[in-house]
């Protein structure tokens, strides 16, 4: 399997602070140093934070180390992979070429580079917006290489590991995440330019947007300030596998930092790099065939964060984790990047971390972050169990809920496989949050009655029942 750049995203269906200041109790800057603080030590991978309001920078500071061979503490300036965070610079060059009329978002992908058609026009839109059924290339079976992730690629060599793979949908029907489009995107850059990619997009969308600290780097240049990247999946720090930043081609690519990551932001508010209209296309959850909407517009999740409207992606590749949220009707921008993940870690370390990061986002928007609360393990053992669902969400049924208890905590797994493993954190004796769900508050209640668990309701932008049946 090629484990690409990416990020995939389960979906179930103010007082000023500065850091250079002294922070006291209570106070957000304070509260973000004291949540940080007890996550990342100096002698472990760090984080760098950045929190904006209004258009100016109220917290950035950074945590632990940027390389622990050599004890070199992070600094808030220093460069990390963003994975996914990419293909928003992608789409933008895509919709500065629409606005400049050499392309049209209805364009059939096929007016520009050599696809099958599979019997459906494909359009750019639908690449952009994760609706064209193309298959993700991060799921291609690459068993015959196991160290193919160490390789160049260029876009000729990705795209056929999906050109000639079945669509899963009628172009326009139905979402799914797929690091192909994004490809696809990047190289008809290069057809309709006449220009490679990284040097058009040097020129045309970073340059213009004033950013000085973001790179397409492969991993022989020297980068001033690039940190490297670990794990800990066996439950100590191990450095990352090597992944050519090549095989993200378009989709997850760049190097940058948290500063550089909210001038990004701020050039686009300021449209700088394409129209207002437009960027307000770009932050619109497309609409499918059928009437209904997804989560994503171009190049951006478009949902809510506990009932504010909330524009962000997240990236992770090998070694590292990027988060980004916009909040516009506070107007408050968040972003962090850490030189950790650990994909496969079942320590429960991985989850611990995705609610800290949750958590440095509800401080952000002047929210206490949620109280976490103990509760035994009879209590726990009462809510394990499968539940179906009662309930339909947009037409369909959603997929089984099993709730299982490990190391003291309860987790849950869906049936279709889009969500494993993922942590319960118990906000009442009934109520509970899933931290690991990123772009979207999820809550699960558990209903009792005689004493005896009999429901669950998962609530996300609706809330939606589950009979416990064993």
């Known amino acids: 399997m090629i484990r690409a750049a990416c990020f995939f995203s389960f979906l179930f269906f103010f007082t000023v602070w ?3 200041q002294a922070n006291t109790a209570g106070e957000p800057g304070a509260i973000i140093d004291s949540l940080v603080n007890t996550s990342f030590k100096q002698n472990e991978p760090g984080v760098s934070i950045l929190v904006a309001r209004k258009g100016n920078i109220v917290y950035q500071q950074a945590f632990g180390s940027a390389n622990l061979e050599l004890q070199v503490p992070m600094q808030p300036g220093m460069v990390f992979r963003i994975g996914s965070v990419t293909k928003q610079f992608t789409a933008i060059a895509i919709l500065q070429l629409v606005e400049q009329g050499k392309i049209a978002l209805q364009d059939s992908i096929q007016q520009y580079i050599p696809f099958p058609s599979k019997g459906h026009t494909i359009t750019i839109e639908n690449l952009l917006t994760h609706t064209s059924g193309i298959i993700d290339y991060a799921n291609a079976d690459t068993s015959g290489n196991p160290y193919i992730e160490r390789e160049d690629f260029s876009p000729q060599r990705i795209i056929p590991y999906f050109s000639y793979q079945p669509l899963e949908f009628e172009p326009g029907t139905a979402y799914h995440y797929s690091n192909s489009g994004y490809v696809l995107l990047a190289y008809l850059i290069e057809k309709v330019t006449g220009e490679d990619y990284h040097g058009y997009m040097q020129a045309h969308v970073i340059n213009p947007a004033g950013l000085t600290n973001t790179f397409y780097a492969p991993e022989q240049r020297v980068v001033p300030g690039r940190v490297q990247g670990y794990t800990r999946d066996r439950g100590f720090y191990e450095n990352c596998e090597y992944q050519a930043l090549s095989l993200g081609f378009g989709c997850g690519d760049l190097l940058s930092t948290t500063a550089d990551l909210f001038k990004w932001n701020s050039a686009l508010l300021e449209h700088k790099l394409v129209s207002k209209a437009m960027l307000e296309k770009a932050f619109t959850p497309f609409k499918l065939k059928n009437g209904s909407f997804t989560h994503y517009g171009y190049g951006w999740f478009v949902d809510t964060l506990n009932g504010d409207i909330c524009i962000h992606h997240e990236g992770q590749v090998s070694g590292f984790i990027a988060i980004e949220k916009y909040f516009p009707q506070k107007d408050i921008y968040v972003s962090v990047l850490t030189n950790v993940r650990s994909g496969e870690d079942t320590t429960g370390f991985s989850s611990n971390r995705f609610r800290l990061f949750e958590k440095i986002a509800d401080v952000a928007l002047g929210r206490r972050p949620d109280n976490e609360i103990a509760l035994g393990s009879a209590v ?10 009662v309930s ?11 709730i299982y208890k490990e190391n003291g905590n309860l987790y849950a797994d869906l049936s279709n496989g889009t969500g494993k493993h993922m942590l319960l954190v118990a906000q009442t004796a009934t109520t509970f949050t899933l931290p ?14 005689n004493g005896k668990t009999v429901k669950l309701v998962a609530t996300q932008d609706k809330p939606l029942e589950f ?3 064993k």
């Open 467 to 469: 009979v416990k049946t």
């Open 18 to 20: 500065v850091h250079a």
């Open 392 to 402: 339909t969400y947009k037409g369909k049924k959603p997929p089984t809920i099993t």
């Open 380 to 389: 726990l053992d009462g809510y394990t169990g499968t539940y179906e669902p």
């Open 436 to 449: 690991d769900v990123q772009r979207i508050k999820t809550i699960f209640e558990f209903v009792k009655e």
